[in-house]
């Protein structure tokens, strides 16, 4: 049974940084592509942020250069290094994985999900 926990979110400040961890279980984590995706309130999900399985890299343009991906398959883990954050990503952030996943940033190329967790960001 696949499971993704993540954790990390909080609440900063505009210019503030935090760090999110997406803890998977139940499948071989290192042959699958790991992403982040975030939805704000009446917005649809939008892909952050993406690592395939051979190390290639996938973002948004809002987070280019200021979000960094990065997985640990020994630990079946996977980060999103979020810097110099600002009111617009303010948002649910989510994990996902999936298999030959083709577009990286598309949700619909995902199929487990993880719960979320809640990023806020403040001016």
């Known amino acids: 049974q696949v499971e993704l926990v993540e954790s990390g979110g909080g609440s900063v400040q505009r210019g503030g940084s935090l760090r999110l961890s997406c803890a998977a279980s139940g499948y071989t984590h290192k042959n699958y592509c790991m992403a982040w995706f975030r939805q704000a309130p009446g917005k649809e999900r939008e892909g952050v942020a993406a690592?395939?399985?051979?190390?290639?890299?996938s973002y948004a343009d809002s987070v280019k250069g200021r979000f960094i991906i990065s997985r640990d398959n020994t630990k079946n883990i996977v980060y999103l290094e979020m810097l110099s954050l600002q009111p617009e990503d303010t948002a649910m952030y989510y994990c996902a994985t999936g298999y030959l996943v083709a577009s990286r940033l598309d949700p619909y190329e995902y199929n487990f999900w993880g719960q979320g967790t809640q990023v806020t960001v403040s001016s």
């Open positions: 690592k395939d399985s051979d190390g290639s890299t």
